[in-house]
Nanobody, 124 residues
């Protein structure tokens, strides 16, 4: 399963941005889609996750400002970011886990895929 992230850019503090992650390939099901970010000189950190049952999880630093959604028909996950802060600057990666197609369309091998990242820069 391949993931392609896009939508990053330069935005002033307090602004908004929506990231998109298009997933493609043959798969049986997706357990969850998520977003992570990596600031310069720091480790990659969790931002948000949307499970197949609709459960949403957010990092404390982005809760109430970011929203993760998914359009299954478009095979796209989104990260809607509001009230952006300079500390939100970083490369954002989408992440998906689920199952590939097995015999007779049953769940096969598990997949764990990452997108290539998209740069978000928030100016103060």
């Amino acid at each position: 399963v391949q993931l392609q992230a896009s939508g990053g850019g330069l935005v002033p503090a307090g602004g908004s941005l929506t990231l998109s992650c298009v997933y493609s390939g043959s798969f049986h099901s997706i357990d969850s889609m998520g977003w992570y970010r990596q600031a310069p000189g720091k480790q990659r950190e969790f931002v948000a996750r949307l499970s197949s049952d609709g459960d949403q999880n957010y990092a404390t630093s982005v809760k109430d400002r970011f929203t993760i959604t998914r359009d299954t028909a478009k095979k796209t996950a989104y990260l809607h970011m509001n009230n952006l802060k300079p500390e939100d600057t970083g490369v954002y990666y989408c992440h998906g886990v689920g199952f590939l197609v097995g015999k007779g369309w049953s769940p096969g091998r598990r997949f764990d895929s990452w997108g290539q990242g998209t740069q978000v820069t928030v100016s103060s």
